[in-house]
T-cell receptor, first 113, second 113 residues
């Protein structure tokens, strides 16, 4: 089955700096890559996603890039703010697994004022 | 408001005492699933359901049961809880089509002593 690895597990940045989280996946057939943000005491919430026919997608301060050849994708947060502090999860969805999301281990991001 | 509702939010129980965590969604989604979240392991799927009366095992189904008698409800049953089932549990729902957003509940923190 699909295996998703996520790095780093923790990330501390100064407010205003950029944060980058990287994920690799094992199943080359995976075609959907969402990113979820989990705030303290809440369930994960989708913040951005990318499909395999697209190399990059941007939404205000967040962007995701996908390298299908290398089987890795990354989340970029620019001009970080304290409210960006949360746990972030990447995920991959191989077609053979139907609707199943396989998640990475998560990255705890702390934005220091 | 579109939401996934889990109950209870917190639960402390003793080994072997049967318990049920309820999950309900109001979005008429066909696909529902249960995850457990453990530090460093991300979100691992326990069971999922493609529609009413259709359920299947995820990656870590041992010790759990589910049922899907109605489209909106997907309870998670622990017949004989053990300490290794101490975890944070999330219910999620998605529309039936692939590559769609998953909506998560607020989570249930379970402690088995």
């Amino acid at each position: 089955g699909e295996n998703v690895e996520q790095h780093p597990s923790t990330l501390s940045v100064q407010e205003g700096d950029s944060a980058v989280i990287k994920c690799t996946y094992s199943d080359s057939a995976s075609n959907y890559f969402p990113w979820y943000k989990q705030e303290l005491g809440k369930g994960p919430q989708l913040i951005i996603d990318i499909r395999s026919n697209v190399g990059e997608k941007k939404d205000q301060r967040i962007a995701v890039t996908l390298n299908k050849t290398a089987k890795h994708f990354s989340l970029h947060i620019t001009e970080t703010q304290p409210e960006d502090s949360a746990v972030y999860f990447c995920a991959a969805t191989p077609p053979a697994a139907g609707n199943k999301l396989t998640f990475g281990g998560g990255t705890r991001v702390l934005v220091k004022p | 408001e579109a939401q996934v509702t889990q109950n209870p939010r917190y639960l402390i129980t003793v080994t072997g005492k049967k318990l049920t965590v309820t999950c309900s969604q109001n979005m008429n989604h066909e696909y529902m699933s249960w995850y457990r979240q453990d530090p460093g392991l991300g979100l691992r799927q326990i069971y999922y359901s493609m529609n009413v009366e259709v359920t299947d095992k995820g990656d870590v189904p041992e010790g759990y049961k589910v049922s899907r008698k109605e489209k909106r409800n997907f309870p998670l049953i622990l017949e004989s809880p053990s300490p290794n089932q101490t975890s944070l549990y999330f219910c999620a729902s998605r529309p039936g089509t692939r590559n769609t957003e998953a909506f998560f509940g607020q989570g249930t923190r379970l402690t088995v002593v």
